[in-house]
């Protein structure tokens, strides 16, 4: 069997060449790695040089400024607590309100002839039964929502998806800059138009209702819709929609079964967005729903009053450290929760949207 050139070169060469001393091959050895035990362990990414003293004054500037807004937050939540907490375990208190159950159950008060839920502080007996003010907040905030959901992602797809780059650019901003039209300006154009208008319109027994309150609200709400919507829309990658036309689809299809899809968990939080900053909505549903605290949960046509609305209108009125204020101080606290448990809904949502759509987070 014959061998080839190399092979045989290798083999003469081995055969021929004297046996190399011990400290010929220790000399010759390639130097060793060194231990990683021993290394300096490396710094952290954008820790291994001296920032500029520029730089490390603003980061100790938003680092301040961060932890003075977290702070302000929590004092906020604190100062109303130490308001509302008395009014579980101080007696005069509770017998004003008539015990802490009057507030949460109907009951059959003097000169009625069954058990209701009012809500009526002033009086010879005053009524502290809260649920007629979280109703109305619920059923404006839902009208309002009805209305600007729709208005404002149909808004964004129009102009993310068919409108071309220079006429987005002018309609983004225009719209947006609805979001900076003071709250008293939209109920006072609820107050003194709008109402006439919807009354005329369907023949509405009271002229500030739920509904005029709720399309008010939406005006106010639909710009914040419209922007995040639109930038999670915009911010779907080109390379989808090229990837769905490539293979024949229309501009509907790639809207509808491509980029809303893909937009999902970013309209989505616009949504809960909207409805967060709803519920916590004043100086609007202070003007254009009547104010009037009606246990009616299916008729918007009827007057309304909000949690935020009776703490504005009466808080100012009242006497500091009486029942009247304590309760005042409990929706204010209770407001609070509703909004920090519906902010974290909405991450949860958001987070699993994101995950179902991206076959587990990744992209």
């Not at 301040?64 to 604190?78: G, Q």
């Not at 208005?151 to 947006?176: C, G, I, M, N, T």
């Not at 304590?326 to 407001?335: D, H, K, P, T, Y």
């Amino acid at each position: 069997m014959s061998q080839s050139r190399d092979e045989a070169i290798v083999a003469t060469s081995t055969a021929v060449a004297p046996p190399a001393p011990p400290g010929a091959i220790a000399a010759a050895a390639p130097a060793r790695a060194p231990d990683v035990a021993t290394m300096t362990p490396k710094p952290p990414l954008g820790r291994g040089y001296r920032a500029p003293l520029l730089d490390r004054i603003a980061e100790r500037v938003i680092l301040v400024l961060a932890t003075v807004a977290v702070a302000a937050i929590a004092l906020i939540f604190i100062f109303v607590a130490k308001e509302a907490i008395p009014i579980f375990f101080e007696p005069e208190a509770q017998e004003e309100i008539s015990g802490l159950l009057s507030l949460f159950v109907p009951r059959q008060w003097p000169g009625y002839e069954e058990a209701v839920y009012v809500w009526q502080p002033v009086g010879g007996t005053p009524k502290y039964n809260i649920v007629p003010l979280f109703v109305g907040t619920l059923k404006i905030t839902f009208v309002g929502m009805v209305f600007a959901v729709p208005l404002a992602v149909l808004a964004a797809v129009f102009v993310s998806q068919y409108v071309s780059p220079r006429w987005r650019d002018v309609l983004k901003p225009a719209v947006e800059l609805l979001a900076s039209v003071p709250s008293v300006v939209l109920g006072f154009f609820a107050l003194m138009i709008l109402a006439t208008l919807v009354q005329d319109a369907f023949g509405l027994t009271y002229r500030l209702n739920a509904i005029v309150a709720g399309i008010a609200l939406g005006l106010a709400i639909a710009p914040v819709v419209f922007t995040v919507a639109e930038d999670a829309l915009t911010s779907v990658p080109k390379h989808y929609e090229a990837a769905a036309l490539a293979l024949g689809a229309r501009k509907h299809q790639v809207v509808l079964r491509v980029v809303l899809p893909a937009a999902l968990p970013g309209i989505a939080a616009a949504i809960i967005l909207g409805f967060g900053r709803a519920i916590g909505e004043t100086m609007v549903v202070l003007m254009a729903s009547g104010n009037a605290a009606v246990m009616e949960i299916f008729d918007p046509t009827t007057s309304a009053r909000t949690v935020t609305a009776t703490i504005a209108s009466e808080l100012g009125e009242v006497a500091q450290g009486d029942a009247h204020w304590r309760v005042l101080f409990l929706l204010g606290a209770m407001l609070f929760v509703v909004t920090f448990v519906l902010n974290r809904f909405a991450v949860v949502v958001v987070e699993r949207l994101h995950k179902r759509l991206t076959a587990g987070g990744e992209q």
